[in-house]
């Protein structure tokens, strides 16, 4: 299993976010979803080996975590509005324990460190100023994690830094959050064949 922990630092959490603003009005909520569908999508298919879990801390009732599993997702598509009315039906779900939203779709009232602590396997930070991932050996069941637009806080890196193995980079110039996420799945993919 490939699994992308993207940390969304102005991603509302208010299932009112509007829809046709998700750059501005919904706090970047169009890079999460960039990079959801990055994770998961493929030329008319989902990956069914892959797991997105967006960590959404913006306004107005952080944190929350939307989790979209690839073996059991059923309407994610290449359509940044339609997957961001899943996210807010997701949204409505406001309690602790992760709920099943949609099918592939589960929300939780969860943040970076409840998340990290279910992490099963290697985990691995992807930062500019890592270890190049082609010189790196990848395990085929890892976890990465990534920010959006802004940089993982002090305390993020920290608790990141505390649980993870390897901090690795995609390339030598800085990357969109979902480019980063394609350059992975490309190594990963030559390396292990379907």
């Known amino acids: 299993m490939r699994r992308f922990i993207v940390v969304g630092h102005r991603a509302s959490t208010s299932p009112e976010f509007p829809l046709d603003d998700l750059a501005g009005g919904a706090g970047r909520m169009d890079l999460l979803?960039?990079?959801?569908?990055?994770?998961?999508?493929?030329?008319?298919?989902?990956?069914?080996?892959?797991?997105?879990?967006?960590?959404?801390l913006g306004p107005p009732d952080p944190p929350r975590t939307i989790r979209l599993e690839g073996a059991r997702l059923q309407s994610l598509g290449p359509d940044l509005r339609a997957n961001a009315g899943l996210v807010r039906k997701a949204l409505a779900h406001g309690a602790r324990v992760e709920r099943e939203t949609s099918p592939g779709?589960?929300?939780?009232?969860?943040?970076?460190?409840?998340?990290?602590?279910?992490?099963?396997?290697?985990?691995?930070?992807?930062?500019?100023?890592?270890?190049?991932?082609?010189?790196?050996?990848?395990?085929?069941?890892?976890?990465?994690?990534?920010?959006d637009a802004i940089d993982l806080t002090e305390e993020e890196g920290a608790l990141v830094g505390t649980k993870s193995v390897a901090v690795w980079s995609v390339g030598p110039i800085s990357v969109h959050t979902s480019d980063a996420i394609a350059v992975v799945h490309n190594e990963m993919d030559r390396r292990y064949p379907a």
């Open 105 to 147: 779709v589960f929300a939780a009232r969860r943040g970076l460190a409840e998340v990290l602590d279910g992490v099963r396997g290697p985990l691995v930070l992807l930062r500019e100023d890592g270890k190049d991932i082609r010189k790196a050996e990848i395990p085929r069941d890892v976890a990465f994690v990534l920010s």
């Open 33 to 56: 979803l960039t990079a959801a569908n990055a994770a998961l999508l493929v030329s008319h298919d989902l990956r069914r080996d892959s797991e997105a879990t967006l960590i959404l």
